[in-house]
């Protein structure tokens, strides 16, 4: 088991993290999203397009009336990788309690 090299910057982990607490096919809107992460809208397109290329998310684009929205959400693929980031973190973290309890 090791670190998803992806998912490992922080911005992209808190991406995947927001992601992974909805409901399969249930996605987010750019805006709620940038303001839940915290990120400006080039640092959240760029991380974005990353997830997308690993194929961790979907983007979709489409326009309401005249107005472009963009919906993102994660991918069974991105989704099977958090949780393998995330047990990667876990392990990691129980191995360095055993040593904290020896100092």
Same mark, same amino acid.
């Given at each position: 088991? @090791? $670190?998803d090299d992806i998912i490992?910057? @922080?911005t992209r982990l808190r991406i995947m993290a927001v992601?992974?607490?909805l409901e399969r096919r249930e996605a987010l809107e750019f805006p709620r999203l940038k303001t839940m992460i915290e990120a400006t809208?080039?640092?959240l397109g760029a991380h974005l397009d990353t997830l997308a290329r690993a194929g961790y998310v979907d983007i979709e684009k489409?326009?309401?009336g005249r107005r472009p929205r963009t919906r993102i959400s994660a991918t069974? $693929?991105?989704r099977r990788a958090f949780r393998g980031h995330? $047990?990667?973190l876990r392990k990691l973290i129980d191995g360095a309690e055993p $040593? /904290? /309890?020896r100092k």
């Open positions: 088991m @090791s $670190a490992h910057q @922080s992601l992974n607490t809208n080039g640092n489409l326009f309401v069974t $693929a991105g995330i $047990a990667f $040593a /904290r /309890r």
